[in-house]
């Protein structure tokens, strides 16, 4: 029963994939310095690991976040990580760490999205890279401020709405990237344009799964839009990673032991996970590549439904509805 539950969970993440992938940890140290990323829930799991490494790499990092207490307690935390690495030794790259700066962010209301973005355009006068890594993962059915399925709500139409509003600040600041955080689970979803908001029936794992995909599409359709701008847009696929990801997930007390030594022994570390993040956001050996999918800092093939242009075109008309960027 155990075994049955932890292969189950293991199994509805994807599978255990491989932990093994190439670390840049140590890369060039001065990489981003003189860049402004902006990373959404950057204070916690991949996010948090992503804002580290490439603040210790010298960016200027922007933590867009639904939580200013909890974000503002990871932002000292990470100050006080990268300050204990330096006193700890010739750490490379340390004493020209960037800084890391805390705004608000609430993906679950198109209001918060759109206070967060005037602020952005009055403040910042330049952004490199927007990491669109945010995410909720099998909630029961709840919906946004605005009234859409949660899921589909934050992990699409809040980063569709984020991402259009920055687009003019990404071309003045060109060469500049987009990276969006999806997830092999794609595979499990598809998107039903009778039904968007899943009000005729809701599956939360098939929603979510709804969601990467759309993310996946989205990139697809951005690419081809952004072909000449010298804006660039991939997404990927960080494994399977023990994050807070599944506070949703109801897991029997007798089979938490099990479950802990399952990810203890097959999921990736925060640190680990982030790497293909990072990886697009901070590498010359994607510069100018676009559209594409990534695991493992490379490029993996997606299946049919995710390069369907039909259906990438028809999701972006309708998202722009519905998130009233066209009345
Ligand atoms: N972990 C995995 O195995 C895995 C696998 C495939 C894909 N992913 C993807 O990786 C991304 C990062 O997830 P994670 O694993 O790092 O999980 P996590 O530790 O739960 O981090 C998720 C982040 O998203 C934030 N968030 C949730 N709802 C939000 C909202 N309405 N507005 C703004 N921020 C919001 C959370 O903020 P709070 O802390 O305030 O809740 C948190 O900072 C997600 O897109 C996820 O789908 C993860």
Redesign the pocket.
């Known amino acids: 029963m155990a075994v049955a539950t932890a292969a189950a969970v293991l199994a509805a ?1 994807g599978g255990a994939g491989t932990r093994v992938q190439r670390l840049r940890r140590g890369g060039d140290p001065g990489l981003m310095h003189g860049k402004t990323v902006l990373i ?8 948090r690991a992503t804002a580290a490494e490439l603040l210790r790499l010298g960016a200027r990092v922007i933590m867009g ?3 200013r207490a ?1 974000a503002e307690e990871a932002a000292s935390q990470l100050r006080r990580e990268l300050r204990q690495a330096a006193e700890c030794g010739p750490e490379p790259g340390v004493s020209g760490a960037g800084e890391l700066i805390v705004r608000e ?4 209301s198109l209001r918060s999205v759109r206070a967060f973005c005037q602020e952005m355009l009055q403040e910042e006068p330049r952004l490199d890279v927007l990491i669109n ?5 099998q909630c029961p059915y709840m919906k946004t401020e605005d009234g859409f399925e949660m899921q589909f709500g ?2 699409h139409l ?1 980063h569709f709405l984020l991402t259009n509003l920055l687009l003019g600040l990404l071309k003045s600041s060109a060469p500049s990237r987009i990276v969006v ?5 794609y595979k499990y979803g598809d998107i039903n344009f009778d039904d968007l908001n899943s009000e005729q029936s809701y599956n939360k794992s098939f929603c979510y799964s709804r969601s ?1 995909l759309a993310n996946i599409l989205f990139t697809r359709e951005l690419a081809r839009r952004l072909e000449g701008t010298n804006v660039t847009v991939n997404v990927l ?5 023990r ?3 599944g ?1 949703h997930i109801h897991i029997p007390l007798l089979v938490k032991p099990l479950f802990n030594l399952v990810s203890w022994a097959f ?1 990736k570390t ?1 640190v680990e ?1 982030a790497q293909t993040s990072i990886y697009l956001a901070s590498s010359p050996e994607v510069e100018g590549v676009s559209g594409r999918y990534f695991g493992d800092c490379k490029e993996e093939e997606l299946l049919p439904k995710a390069m369907d242009e039909s259906v990438a075109r028809k999701l972006w008309d309708i998202s722009e509805v519905m998130v009233g960027l066209l009345k």
């Open positions: 993440l959404t829930g950057a204070n916690s799991g991949l996010g976040c639904r939580d909890r962010l609430d993906l679950a890594n945010a995410g909720i993962f934050v992990n809040g955080v999806s997830s092999k689970l990467k696929h960080p494994g399977i990673v994050t807070n990801l506070r999921f925060p996970g």
